[in-house]
């Protein structure tokens, strides 16, 4: 992405939430470790917990972390990040753990607290931070799910909002900080081929999978009170959505960027029951820690229109699931078909199709009809495919990205308040709707139910 003008003074100091919790473990540790190897971690980072362990207790289970992901980690970075990690204890509902916070970081101008922790917690540990004057001068980012619902999320944002105003709260969805789905805009905007044909007159159809291989694994007492719907479709998926259909922004300030994905969102209708389809794979009610009679739902697709200009009549079909045949992330784009078949016997059902691949090998595939051999004009799809990593480098990874823009106070990656207000409507009527859940199988593509949403089935590329 291009540079743009800073107008807020780094982070002094990055103060982890939950600290010793499972996100801290899997995500942020191995993040901090590749921003001190970038040299991009110019800041002490003081961790929050109310785990009993000292300094040592806790630098061993960083370095365990980091272990994990990058398995010869550099001595020398690890003395750094020994020398800058600390530790404060106590419990989220006393005042002695803000007390004692507040005083490492009675030196510090401009700290960003990061909340790691349940979102019930978040309203309760904001007044606390209020209570020894840290929101006067903080930062605060919030992982999702910002809320279970609408009017729960109205009342999150109403407690923030007691002691932080909107400019100091960043709200995280990890797809924001991908290389991968950054992609989309430059390969949208930077390339001047795609403009004209990037509209209702020759795209059929859109489709955006977020498909895992594997079920809740171990996780089954929190996704029971989740749900593919709440868990993926109403930020991660929407998310991508709206960088495949916005408008081109006027820069890429924070400002312009929300505001045309804004658009996105307010014109696209609340979803109908009738319009989805959920299911549940079998096996799931015997996970650990689900309820016996769960109707929560493991595989949610829907169909959802843009009702604007650009995308009238465009269906976008998105659907995402756990314990499926394969994990991927991906949008496939179908282009409409020539206005005369030339070749129709072997072009028939073959259109062009152009495909984001946004996971661990990211890159592009264009589907193209080519002259098959022989004497006759027959045709065959041929696929062009560009492997990003391969022909750029190596990609930082979404968290490493997302600390670094909070460390700078650039929110172009975070989400903003009305757009999370929006994408919530979207799903409400879904949410707090009674689920018709269809079974599948392990392994599978979900229930068969879900190839009646689309007229030609869910492509393949």
Avoid at 11 to 20: C, E, P, S
Avoid at 144 to 167: H, M, N, T, W, Y
Avoid at 272 to 285: A, D, S, T
Avoid at 291 to 297: D, I, K, L
Wanted: net charge negative; charged share 25%.
């Amino acid at each position: 992405m291009s540079a743009r003008k800073r107008t807020v003074e780094e982070a002094d100091v990055l103060v982890l939430f939950g600290a010793t919790g499972d996100l801290a473990k899997k995500k942020l540790f191995p993040a901090l470790y590749s921003m001190a190897k970038h040299d991009s971690l110019n800041c002490d980072v003081v961790g929050v917990a109310s785990t009993k362990w000292d300094h040592e207790q806790f630098v061993a289970h960083a370095v365990e972390a980091i272990g994990k992901v990058f398995p010869n980690p550099d001595p020398k970075i690890i003395a750094e990040l020994d020398a800058e990690l600390s530790l404060v204890v106590g419990d989220y509902s006393q005042d002695k753990l803000y007390e004692d916070l507040a005083d490492v970081l009675k030196d510090k101008k401009n700290p960003v607290i990061y909340l790691a922790i349940p979102p019930a917690f978040f309203g309760n540990v904001t007044k606390g931070l209020a209570r020894v004057g840290l929101t006067e001068r903080c930062r605060l980012v919030v992982e999702k799910p910002f809320g279970r619902d609408l009017q729960s999320a109205i009342r999150l944002q109403d407690e923030l909002e007691e002691v932080l105003s909107e400019d100091r709260i960043f709200r995280i969805d990890h797809y924001l900080g991908k290389e991968s789905v950054e992609d989309i805009l430059v390969f949208r905007f930077a390339n001047s081929i795609w403009e004209p044909l990037w509209n209702h007159r020759y795209i059929n159809s859109i489709q955006i999978t977020m498909a895992e291989d594997f079920g809740v694994e171990g996780r089954g007492a929190f996704y029971d009170g989740v749900g593919a719907t709440r868990d993926v479709l109403q930020n991660h998926l929407l998310q991508v959505l709206a960088l495949i259909a916005m408008e081109p922004p006027a820069d890429l300030s924070s400002q312009n960027m929300e505001d045309e994905k804004l658009k996105v969102f307010r014109a696209i209708a609340a979803l109908h029951p009738e319009n989805v389809v959920r299911g549940q794979y079998v096996g799931y009610l015997e996970e650990a820690g689900v309820a016996p009679e769960s109707t929560t739902e493991t595989y949610t697709a829907a169909t959802l229109h843009v009702d604007n200009w650009r995308w009238a009549g465009v269906p976008f079909y998105v659907r995402t699931g756990k314990a499926l045949a394969e994990s991927t992330l991906e949008v496939i784009v179908e282009f409409k078909q020539p206005p005369r078949m030339l070749f129709a016997e072997s072009q028939a059902g073959s259109p062009n199709l152009l495909r984001f691949r946004l996971g661990k090998r990211d890159g592009v595939d264009i589907e193209l009809q080519a002259k098959s051999p022989g004497d006759s004009l027959s045709t065959e799809p041929v696929k062009l495919t560009v492997e990003f990593s391969a022909a750029l480098g190596e990609r930082q990874e979404a968290y490493e990205r997302l600390l670094r823009a909070a460390i700078a106070g650039d929110h172009m990656r975070f989400t903003r308040i009305d757009s999370v207000l929006e994408t919530w409507r979207i799903v409400e009527g879904v949410i707090n709707n009674e689920a018709r859940l269809f079974p599948y199988f392990k392994g599978s593509w979900g229930p068969d139910r879900a190839e009646e949403l689309t007229p030609n089935g869910w492509l393949e590329l």
